[in-house]
Structures are given as structure tokens and as C-alpha cells.
């Protein structure tokens, strides 16, 4: 295949499973801006929570935030296409499950907001883990006022839920299934992230190869977790990590190492060898 585009989650797939990107995978970077490929970073968070050692790479200048939430130019800042949750389904949801515990993280323009009285709730689901308790903490601004006032401030293009216990997974994820329009995914053991249904990281890749003029054949997407599945569908070639679970191994074209082991950057070195 041609490759062109290269779509790659972060947690668990380029960025290893202590957050920090390995010399490896920052030399595939630096390889792919030489040959003219450009690299996606393709994320759960927003676009300010791409590490700047990825989004200021001369090979990355888009970025699929959110889910597939919005699609971003990472260097103009703006935003070139998004898929919001509208306010009355965010409404409805929040009155579903505000009595559980269970974080409840509004995805609003560069920042994610939560109620501070949740706050412990998002402490306690990192498991006693300070590399994930500093990562959910660094990503969240505390939030003091009503829900209502905080609809206000602009369009939602995520939502997440954090959820200690197994009980209250099964509780938000029948909330968000008895609220018409809305789809959940995870990524991680103890979340579970909310969309407009149809929204996904594959239809942003779908959205940013014709944006750009790039067969989706000519893609490249790597992943590992439940929130990957559709964008390793969508892409021309998708590639889970070794670290992935069975079923996303299972929609994968092929498997390649750990995140740990910078699997990105070994399976990527052949292919940019023939270009």
C-alpha cells in the first residue's frame, strides 16, 4: 500500500503505558515528515491534551479529538468539522446519573470540566495509580457552578464517565442507552465515554481522508482499546497493538507489538523503507 496518512491513538498505542513517548516512535515522526506521510493523532482527549512532542512534530498537523468528536488544525488551532452532542441529550443523561458515583466530564471547546465535588470520585477510580491520577487530574479543570450554566458556555463534543466499581458501569452505561441518539465506547477499564450516535473515530478518519483528498485505502491506523475498533476498520490497513484486547485484535488487519515495545514504530519502519 501507499501510505499517506498514519491515524494513531495514544494511551496504550504511541504513547506507552507510562505516558511518555519512546525515541522509537518519535524517530517514525521524524521519518514520516522526510517522506512527505503525515501522522494523525487520533485521541479520546481534546486537542490540548495531545502532548506537545507529538502535536508539534513537522509531520503531525491534524488531529482527531474527542473521539471523532472534532477534527482540528493543529496549527491554526481551528476546528474543521464537529459532531456535538446536543444540549438536551448532555441534560438528559446528567439527570440519569448524577445520584450514581461516577464522575461526569463535560468535553467543551480545548478543556474537559468536572464538578469539584466529583473530584474525589475521579481519584478513586485512578486506583491508587499516581501516573493515571496525574493524567485524569492534569486533563480536567474543576468545575463550581450549575450544569446548566455550564451548557452554556459552547457546543459538547464528549462526554466521560468515570466509574470505581463494576455496579455503577453497568448503571451509566443503561443511562446511556435509555437516552435516544447517544453511544458509548471506553478506553479504559473504569470509563465510559459517551457520543452522538454514529460518531466515532472512524468517521472522522472517513471525514479527514476526503477533507484531504486521501483514498481511505491509503490509511494507516493503529490501536488498542474498545474506542479504536472503528477507526482499525475504516483505515486501508488497520494495525492493533500487542497490548490490545482479543476483540479489538479480532477487527484488526494485523497485530503488532506492545506499546511498550514501540510497536508503532516497528511496524511502520518496512513500510516507510519501500517509499
Not at 512534530?57 to 491554526?76: F, H, K, Q, T
Request: glycine letters at 10%.
Amino acid at each position: 500500500m501507499a501510505v499517506k496518512l498514519v491515524f494513531i491513538d495514544l494511551d496504550g498505542t504511541f504513547v506507552d503505558s507510562q505516558k511518555r513517548v519512546c525515541k522509537r516512535n518519535v524517530r517514525a515522526l521524524e521519518r514520516a515528515a522526510e517522506l512527505g506521510v503525515q501522522f494523525v493523532p487520533c485521541t479520546g482527549r481534546n486537542s490540548s491534551g495531545i502532548p506537545a512532542q507529538i502535536a508539534s512534530a513537522p509531520s503531525v498537523r491534524y488531529a482527531v479529538c474527542c473521539n471523532g468528536g472534532s477534527v482540528v488544525d493543529l496549527r491554526s488551532g481551528r476546528t474543521l468539522h464537529a459532531e456535538a452532542v446536543e444540549t438536551g441529550q448532555v441534560a438528559r443523561l446528567y439527570e440519569a446519573v448524577r445520584d450514581l458515583r461516577c464522575t461526569f466530564d463535560v468535553f467543551i471547546g480545548n478543556k474537559v470540566y468536572l464538578e469539584r465535588s466529583r473530584w474525589e470520585i475521579m481519584r478513586e477510580a485512578a486506583g491508587g495509580d499516581e501516573v493515571m491520577e496525574r493524567f485524569l487530574s492534569t486533563l480536567r479543570t474543576p468545575w463550581d457552578g450549575s450544569m446548566d450554566e455550564l451548557l452554556r458556555m459552547g457546543p459538547v463534543t464528549k462526554l466521560t464517565m468515570l466509574h470505581p466499581d463494576k455496579a455503577t458501569e453497568q448503571a451509566v452505561r443503561a443511562a446511556v442507552d435509555g437516552v435516544e441518539g447517544l453511544a458509548w465506547t471506553y478506553s479504559l477499564p473504569v470509563n465510559t465515554e459517551v457520543q452522538r450516535a454514529g460518531v466515532n473515530k472512524g468517521s472522522a478518519l472517513r471525514w479527514l481522508c476526503g477533507h484531504l483528498g486521501v483514498d481511505v485505502a491509503d490509511a494507516v491506523a493503529f490501536g488498542d482499546g474498545d474506542n479504536d475498533v472503528e477507526m482499525l476498520r475504516a483505515a486501508g490497513d488497520g494495525v492493533a497493538m500487542g497490548n490490545a484486547a482479543d476483540d479489538v485484535k479480532a477487527c484488526a488487519d494485523h497485530v503488532t507489538a506492545t506499546c511498550d515495545e514501540a510497536g508503532v514504530a516497528a511496524y511502520l519502519e518496512p513500510l516507510f523503507a519501500e517509499l
